[in-house]
């Protein structure tokens, strides 16, 4: 394994599909859709939206990086609501959240405001709580903007491994 260290975006680029005449967006990363469109000069579809299979890339399958641990998104409140049913027993669960949350976990991180620190730092989280060996990770689910659809793409991928 090669190991080139920390990053600057963290997570993995956007992949656009530039093969059937009009570009495809595979996968987001941390470029917005505006961002790229501006740099192509057309609009971006979705593969959904077009006849026929879309290539497979790497990176694009539904579960592509799922730590150990199982994964699930919740909003905010859905989080702390289920951390303070558990109680005690909610100490045993990583958790990585952007609201402030109550909880007696060690393995507690705050997400960033920012989406772009939030994907730099996204992979590097997941493998601490890992490293941890907890069985659960719970995730609060990241803003619907278009700035966040990177990091929301990568969890989502998380939580289905």
């Known amino acids: 394994m090669l190991d080139g260290g920390a990053t600057p975006v963290g997570i993995e680029s956007a992949i656009v599909d530039c093969t059937r005449g009009v570009p495809v967006l595979l996968r987001p990363g941390t470029l917005t859709r505006a961002q790229i469109e501006a740099a192509c000069g057309e609009r971006l579809w979705l593969p959904e939206e077009l006849p026929g299979a879309a290539p497979r890339a790497s990176g694009t399958l539904e579960s592509h990086y799922a730590p150990d641990a199982k994964v699930r998104l919740m909003d905010g409140r859905s989080l702390q609501t289920a951390l303070d049913l558990l109680g005690p027993d909610a100490a045993a669960i990583a958790v990585y959240a952007r609201t402030p949350v109550r909880t007696r976990s060690p393995h507690y991180r705050r997400?960033?405001?920012?989406?772009?620190?939030?994907?730099?730092?996204?992979?590097?989280?997941?493998?601490?709580?890992?490293?941890?060996?907890?069985?659960?990770?719970?995730?609060?689910?990241?803003?619907?903007?278009?700035?966040?659809?990177?990091?929301?793409?990568?969890?989502?991928?998380?939580?289905?491994?």
């Open 111 to 161: 997400m960033p405001d920012d989406a772009v620190e939030t994907a730099r730092q996204l992979f590097a989280v997941l493998r601490d709580f890992d490293a941890a060996r907890v069985k659960l990770i719970w995730v609060e689910s990241p803003p619907d903007t278009p700035e966040w659809e990177g990091v929301r793409d990568r969890l989502r991928r998380a939580a289905a491994g």
